[in-house]
């Protein structure tokens, strides 16, 4: 199947400045993010910016750059601008590779797309893990992810669900056996619900919990959620997380 990944990559962090160009052994973030969409089955990788350091830099490892305007709220509103200036077709499948995920497995990029061709119900598609921790259950920067037997999303939250009500009331403090999903942020669109996407308001269940997928599912849009296939390493926030994925890159001889 044909799909499209574009990988948005802001030069601005507060916690991690210049993160895309931050080093990891010898590479750039962003390109090793670039290699990794590079391997999987797309047919285009496009980094999307705003940055003329971050454009200059991924042309000089031989990407193509799209660059976008300055003032996008959300990734999704930086997406939409990048189909609108390759006009890309309605039906075209768009892959949103986060640049802050260098580990991220090829296999899962094309699990997304694939998800999304085949499932006609949904507009877009997404991934999920277990948790297996409480201390994540419990985490608010964990996004959970609610499913119906089907696979589609019924609500993202901050919050801990579903709530084991019976297992808090007696007093336990272990992980409960609840199938709690920590959503994984690679998405994947069909251009049209990203022209779509924008033109919407922001919905109250989005402005609460800051989760701008929540304006989806708002909307009627169907979200489809499946375990992914492969482990996704999560993404790059801090200086911490920068030092323990050069690390695990040096430890295990990537190159």
Request: aromatic residues 6%; contains cysteine.
């Amino acid at each position: 199947m044909s799909f499209i990944v574009i990988i948005p990559a802001r030069y601005a962090s507060t916690r991690l400045p210049g993160k895309p160009l931050r080093d990891i052994a010898g590479l750039s973030m962003l390109q090793r993010v670039w290699q990794q969409a590079r391997m999987s089955h797309a047919e285009r990788v496009v980094i999307a910016t705003d940055d003329s350091r971050i454009e200059r830099a991924a042309k000089d490892f031989g990407a193509e750059v799209c660059m976008t305007r300055a003032e996008h709220v959300s990734g999704t509103d930086r997406l939409q601008e990048v189909a609108q200036l390759l006009s890309l077709e309605q039906d075209q499948v768009v892959i949103n590779v986060q640049g802050d995920e260098p580990l991220i497995p090829p296999a899962v990029i094309n699990q997304v797309a694939e998800n999304l061709a085949q499932t006609l119900d949904a507009g877009v598609a997404t991934l999920c893990e277990p948790i297996e921790r409480l201390e994540d259950f419990l985490n608010p920067n964990v996004v959970k992810v609610v499913r119906d037997k089907q696979g589609m999303a019924c609500y993202f939250s901050r919050a801990a669900v579903p709530w084991p009500r019976d297992h808090f009331l007696q007093g336990q403090s272990s992980m409960p056996n609840v199938q709690a999903r920590r959503h994984i942020g690679i998405y994947g669109y069909r251009v049209q619900q990203l022209n779509s996407f924008v033109t919407w308001p922001m919905a109250p269940t989005e402005q609460a919990e800051s989760l701008e997928q929540l304006r989806f599912l708002w909307n009627g849009v169907g979200v489809h959620v499946a375990d992914a296939l492969e482990t996704v390493p999560a993404g790059i926030d801090t200086e911490a997380d920068l030092l323990a994925v050069i690390e695990h890159i040096k430890c295990n001889n990537i190159s």
